[in-house]
């Protein structure tokens, strides 16, 4: 059922715009003398940018079915490119065309506010059908690799990605200014600021300056943009977390003082999300560099794929929800 948005989240939305338009700005001017090609490549990042914030908050404006329905499409988007992406044989065809169907299943339990079955269908249901749809080929040449990649895949970009869509039924998340919505929200800006950040703070050092943490899979993640992204999203999460959600306002498994309640939460959900958020880009990372592709597919102008824009959300989203589960009971 879809129900009237909050009034405040008119105002995190024109919030988020706001910081569109600065960044857009700050964009243009530092652009200005750079090359071409390194300018329409910035440029057609950010018209992706501004595509996906207006579909994210059509999606928002909709409540639980538009957030269900928007990451739905994108997981079965990111499934495409990933049963693409490694090549698969004849015999996958009905695997994959499965994939799909547990995939909207998946999200159809959010919908219907099922946390409970939601934690345990896609695992089982996978390691199920997906073996089956295998096995009725009756083909054991690349039989493990098939059955590896596709469950990784779904794993990952079906269930790790849902998780987020999982803060709209999950009790711990249940209030709060916006409601569930807002630590939906709390989560994905964290997430995608860590992201943005990690990556300008890195290409601000020059490559003489550089330490990478994983020169073979991701030359580009170095430590300087690791732990500048991480202090990026430590200062802004305990600004945001009061008007988004209710972190702060419980005092967890330990015993903490009133005065930094309202920080530690915050401060420590930022750094697993910082973490987790790092683990899942490189994980599609080496996925993408063994089967030889720069990005997942085109469809994002400037970015690559779905892929490469979910990619660190299928850990920030499980890492967040059991966090909270953990903390706030």
């Given at each position: ?168 039924i999950l009790p711990s998340s249940s209030y709060g200014p916006l409601g569930p919505v ?148």
């Amino acid at each position: 059922m879809i129900t009237a948005p909050v009034p405040a989240l008119y105002w995190a939305l024109a919030i988020i715009f706001a910081s569109l338009v600065i960044g857009s700005i700050a964009r243009s001017m530092s652009l200005r003398h750079a090359e071409e090609t390194l300018r329409r490549k910035r440029f057609a990042s950010l018209r992706t940018w501004w595509m996906l914030a207006i579909a994210v908050s059509a999606g928002l404006l909709a409540g639980r079915p538009g957030i269900c329905l928007l990451l739905t499409i994108a997981s079965c988007i990111a499934w495409f490119e990933i049963t693409r992406m490694f090549g698969p044989r004849a015999e996958d065809k009905l695997a994959i065309r499965a994939g799909y169907g547990l995939i909207v299943i998946n999200y159809l339990l959010i919908m219907f506010g099922s946390f409970s079955l939601f934690v345990v269908f896609l695992p089982l249901s996978s390691l199920f059908f997906l073996a089956v749809c295998l096995l009725i080929k009756d083909e054991s040449k690349g039989y493990i690799q098939s059955a590896g990649g596709l469950l990784w895949g779904i794993m990952f970009l079906g269930y790790g990605v849902s998780h987020a869509a999982a803060l709209l039924i999950l009790p711990s998340s249940s209030y709060g200014p916006l409601g569930p919505v807002g630590w939906f929200l709390f989560l994905v800006i964290l997430t995608e600021t860590d992201d943005i950040f990690q990556a300008i703070i890195g290409r601000l050092f020059g490559s003489h300056k550089r330490h990478p943490i994983t020169p073979v899979i991701s030359p580009n993640k170095t430590w300087e943009g690791f732990f500048g992204g991480m202090l990026v999203i430590v200062i802004l999460a305990p600004i945001i977390a009061p008007w988004l959600t209710t972190l702060g306002q419980q005092a967890g498994p330990f015993s903490l003082s009133e005065s930094l309640q309202p920080w530690v939460t915050p401060i420590l959900a930022a750094i697993l999300i910082s973490f987790a958020g790092f683990f899942g880009d490189i994980n599609m990372s080496a996925i993408k560099r063994d089967a030889g592709v720069k990005d997942s597919s085109k469809l994002l102008p400037g970015m690559g794929g779905v892929i490469d824009r979910v990619d660190s959300l299928s850990m920030t989203g499980p890492v967040f929800v059991y966090f909270l589960i953990w903390w706030m009971g």
